[in-house]
């Protein structure tokens, strides 16, 4: 993991306007499971969903890039407002230098939460790069921020917290929580706002 003062790491928070996630090891522990006719399921973490909410609430966008395609990962995605969802992505590099151009985005202005090896690429182009605690050794050795929980237990969360804390800006997250009539419900879909999740 490279070193990084304090400072360092607060400024790279301060310009992330797009969280953009992985989705198997990192929304999801990484398992697949598939039944007798081919479908695939997955288990996404509320606390995930909770702090992606937030993130969405603050005016900031998420989007997904993953490198397989299951139809629970858009209809996830739709519920927390996270556009957009980029799926079957066979060389990330590309589709990511494609999805700034989309965007208007620089890749500074990015936050990555990757795990394994096909993420290298995103991971060394944007300007903060994350990982789950039981991310691949080379993934970890690159990352900015190697959080504490795996994948699919609350890494998101925390990566989404530790943006917020750089910022000055996780006490008013907070505050929002206490005043629930403040957080705003959720408009499925692309333009939609985040949906707060219930525990």
Not at 69 to 74: C, H, L, T, W, Y
Not at 124 to 150: M, N
Request: glycine share 12%.
């Amino acid at each position: 993991m490279p070193t990084l003062s304090n400072d360092e790491l607060a400024a790279r928070c301060a310009a992330v306007e797009l969280l953009l996630l992985d989705v198997d090891g990192v929304l999801t522990d990484g398992v697949l499971a598939i039944d007798d006719l081919g479908v695939e399921t997955k288990h996404f973490f509320v606390r995930d969903g909770s702090a992606i909410a937030a993130w969405r609430q603050s005016g900031k966008r998420a989007a997904i890039l993953s490198g397989r395609f299951a139809p629970v990962v858009d209809r996830r995605a739709a519920e927390l407002g996270i556009a957009p969802v980029v799926q079957g992505a066979g060389e990330k590099g590309a589709a990511f230098r494609k999805l700034l151009g989309e965007l208007e985005l620089e890749p500074r202005q990015v936050c990555f939460v990757g795990d394994d090896l096909p993420d290298l690429p995103v991971l060394e182009a944007v300007g903060l790069a994350a990982c789950p605690a039981d991310a691949a050794a080379e993934v970890r050795a690159v990352a900015h921020l190697v959080t504490q929980a795996p994948g699919g237990r609350g890494a998101v969360r925390e990566v989404i917290e530790a943006i917020f804390q750089h910022r000055g800006e996780w006490e008013a997250v907070v505050e929002r929580y206490r005043r629930p009539s403040e957080v705003a419900s959720v408009e499925e879909g692309k333009g939609g706002g985040p949906r707060g999740e219930a525990h």
